[in-house]
């Protein structure tokens, strides 16, 4: 099982992106996905999550700025960044917990995509 995340780049101020995130592999179901961020220096901070049903919970510094969603056909996760802020600047990773299919029996785990970086600045 991998995560692959896409969509950072350069963006200005006041700008917009869309991460998305797609996993792949020997899949039975996915749980609770999600987006967390780290910033130089920084600790790694949880941005959103979304659960297999599509309840959303959001770090407060993004609310009404960032929409998380699934498309669980596609095993994928976005993450919808409008407003953009330069503190929004970060290397952005994603998660899953995903049930993956073994040779005789089911496995949780986590999972993290490689990350991809937002940088926003004029």
């Known amino acids: 099982v991998q995560l692959q995340a896409s969509g950072g780049g350069l963006v200005q101020p006041g700008g917009s992106l869309r991460l998305s995130c797609a996993a792949s592999?020997?899949?039975?179901?996915?749980?609770?996905m999600g987006w967390y961020r780290q910033a130089p220096g920084k600790q790694r901070e949880l941005v959103a999550n979304i659960t297999s049903d599509g309840s959303t919970n959001y770090a407060d510094s993004v609310k009404g700025r960032f929409t998380i969603s699934r498309d669980n056909a596609k095993n994928t996760v976005y993450l919808r960044m409008n407003s953009l802020k330069p503190e929004d600047t970060a290397v952005y990773y994603c998660n899953a917990n995903i049930v993956s299919i073994g040779r005789d029996d089911l496995y949780v785990n986590d999972y993290w995509g490689q990350g991809t970086l937002v940088t926003v600045s004029s």
């Open positions: 592999g020997s899949i039975f179901s996915i749980n609770g």
